[in-house]
């Protein structure tokens, strides 16, 4: 029987806690609990979000108005969330997953295999590294991710969409991962391909930080589609001189140019860098991220500032004018009009 918890319970991981719970409860090779690790808060009211999720069964600051199943059992506690279970969903902002390894250190069942929802890379001194890697190095198990053209508040409304599971070698593990997540509206493929899936689910939000800047600055529908298409040629640049063993056909996979459409249209990182245009690049990011997102957190700003250090690390600054530009307008380096001057530059 595999026992399964969710690390995190944002947004996403809400969504995701809610999907899984729908289906564990009738397969029979799982048991039906469902484990949902909350960083604790306390609300304004007082309350700790923990014990509103227990009464209510639902998640009522970052997906209100949706139950998650009574099988959902939410546990602010880490060590106590994991300790049973044999798979791991991993889904939180990127900058906390470092934390978070540290902390599950020997603290998880053995035979653990764990997948990565969380879109973003950890960028050191040494290198650039996946969440994916960061897990699996740190915790020592095999470690799938899952990606896709995921609005996770249109996912909770049951509206048809579709996702990609890389997966490094355990066919059958991806199997079962496919199992755990798969129902008539939310559409689940695996391909061979960790590296592959977990960039385009990175950089694509980096492309809809430009999306954002075109769309306040009103720069119409042929200039966001060229910055898109311009966008997945870096992705895919990009991710192949990281991993050669990326494969092409992933982009045109849901977690590929799907999801960089997704995302380009609505989505979070459009949504704060079309106000961060609009106001001239005068409000900051995290200002308008606090207003505008309420508590859930922005990846593209910070993913293009990692992929930035890359860039410069490697030498490879002048291949990636749209990735470059983007970090230099939400650095404040240069104002959001710059967004389509890059053109230029363009040799892809
Ligand atoms: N929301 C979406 O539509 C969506 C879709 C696909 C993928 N994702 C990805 O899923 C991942 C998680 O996003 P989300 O939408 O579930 O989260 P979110 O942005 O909605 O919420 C932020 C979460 O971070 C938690 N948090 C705050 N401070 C923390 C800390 N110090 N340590 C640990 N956790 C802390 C909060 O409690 C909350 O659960 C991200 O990588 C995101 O890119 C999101």
Not at 9 to 18: F, L, R
Not at 36 to 44: D, G, K
Not at 69 to 85: F, I, R, S, T, Y
Not at 228 to 238: D, W
Request: glycine share 8%; charged share 25%; with cysteine.
């Amino acid at each position: 029987m595999n026992k399964v918890t969710i690390v995190g319970s944002g947004n996403w991981g809400s969504v995701a806690a809610k999907l899984i719970a729908s289906n564990t409860i009738k397969l029979s090779n799982f048991h039906d609990e469902v484990r949902m690790w909350v960083f604790e808060e306390t609300l304004p009211n007082g309350d700790k979000l923990t014990d509103v999720i227990k009464q209510t069964n639902e998640n009522v600051k970052y997906l209100p108005g949706v139950k998650l199943g009574q099988n959902v059992v939410a546990d602010p506690d880490l060590e106590n969330a994991v300790k049973d279970a044999n798979m791991l969903v991993f889904v939180t902002p990127h900058q906390f997953m470092e934390g978070i390894c540290k902390r599950l250190d020997g603290k998880i069942r053995t035979d653990a295999e764990g997948i990565s929802l969380v879109k973003g890379m950890e960028v050191k001194k040494e290198g650039a590294s996946m969440i994916s890697t960061l897990i699996s190095n740190q915790l020592k198990i095999n470690c799938s991710v899952l990606m896709g053209a995921n609005i996770a508040n249109e996912i909770a409304m049951q509206k048809f969409s579709e996702a990609t599971i890389g997966y490094r070698e355990n066919k059958e593990a991806a199997e079962r991962w496919v199992q755990l997540f798969n129902t008539p509206y939310f559409n689940v493929t695996s391909v061979q391909d960790v590296e592959g899936v977990e960039m385009c689910g990175t950089l694509k939000n980096i492309v809809a930080i430009a999306a954002g800047f075109i769309d306040g600055l009103e720069m119409g529908n042929n200039t966001k589609s060229a910055i898109m298409r311009i966008g997945l040629k870096e992705m895919m640049a990009f991710s192949k001189l990281l991993f050669p063993s990326v494969k092409y056909s992933t982009f045109f996979e849901s977690c590929g140019v799907a999801d960089l459409i997704t995302t380009c249209m609505g989505g979070r990182n459009r949504k704060v860098a079309a106000a961060y245009a609009r106001n001239g690049g005068k409000r900051s990011f995290d200002e308008l991220e606090a207003e505008l997102l309420k508590g859930q957190k922005l990846q593209g700003v910070l993913t293009a500032k990692e992929v930035y250090e890359v860039l410069t690390a490697r030498g490879w600054v002048e291949r990636f004018p749209l990735f470059t530009t983007v970090y230099e307008i939400s650095s404040g380096l240069l104002p959001p009009s710059a967004i389509v001057e890059f053109n230029n530059k363009s040799k892809l």
